[in-house]
T-cell receptor, first 114, second 112 residues
Framework: AQSVSQHNHHVILSEAASLELGCNYSYGGTVNLFWYVQYPGQHLQLLLK??????LVKGIKGFEAEFIKSKFSFNLRKPSVQWSDTAEYFC????????????FGGGTRVLVKP | DTAVSQTPKYLVTQMGNDKSIKCEQNLGHDTMYWYKQDSKKFLKIMFSYNNKELIINETVPNRFSPKSPDKAHLNLHINSLELGDSAVYFC???????????FGQGTRLTVV
């Protein structure tokens, strides 16, 4: 069965600190990878995606993620966070061979202190 | 224009009632989904339709029945509501299977 793991459930950091959120998936073969953000009380919005090509992808709001195929990982990074980055972050994986079911990780709640 | 719209945004109802949540997308996408987000923010796929055909049906009680009258709409009907059905339900759509999903605003269902 396809699974997606996000290692950190809660992250608390101060403004200007760097952020890295881990994401690992268990499925082999071709995968499409996504990071979504959910601001308090809002719906999910796409931060970035990886389908193929350069494994370092840049998204909106200064976020980037690196796909490391050998580690089955797709970690999210931001060099300097702002208070407005306080949100829940979800990694999601779509495995072609698993019927293209978009499966989400458990989410990481990020709190940025001003 | 709202890309994926759900109604209602909030739904409070008593146990045992039957309720529906409607979803419409104006993106021209072929694939639509229903997800359930529990109180711990865990997102679980419930159903997926591609061009009005059911393609994913997760382990969901058969009290939940999706209906797709056309590829722009995917409604969710829930019979005999239970306390455990309280959650936020998100509708989403994608251009096709495997591409990024666009989410609606969510419907917060509270069963009392």
């Amino acid at each position: 069965a396809q699974s997606v793991s996000q290692h950190n459930h809660h992250v608390i950091l101060s403004e200007a600190a760097s952020l890295e959120l881990g994401c690992n998936y268990s499925y082999g073969g071709t995968v499409n990878l996504f990071w979504y953000v959910q601001y308090p009380g809002q719906h999910l919005q796409l931060l970035l995606k990886y389908f193929s090509g350069d494994p370092l992808v840049k998204g909106i709001k200064g976020f980037e993620a690196e796909f490391i195929k050998s580690k089955f990982s797709f970690n999210l990074r931001k060099p300097s966070v702002q208070w407005s980055d306080t949100a829940e972050y979800f990694c999601a994986v779509n495995a072609v061979a698993a019927g293209n079911k978009l499966t989400f990780g458990g989410g990481t709640r990020v709190l940025v202190k001003p | 224009d709202t890309a994926v719209s759900q109604t209602p945004k909030y739904l409070v109802t008593q146990m045992g009632n039957d309720k529906s949540i409607k979803c419409e997308q104006n993106l021209g996408h072929d694939t639509m989904y229903w997800y359930k987000q529990d109180s711990k923010k865990f997102l679980k796929i419930m159903f997926s339709y591609n061009n009005k055909e059911l393609i994913i049906n997760e382990t969901v009680p058969n009290r939940f029945s999706p209906k797709s009258p056309d590829k722009a709409h995917l409604n969710l009907h829930i019979n005999s509501l239970e306390l455990g059905d309280s959650a936020v339900y998100f509708c989403a759509s994608s251009r096709d299977r495997g591409t990024e999903a666009f989410f609606g605003q969510g419907t917060r269902l509270t069963v009392v």
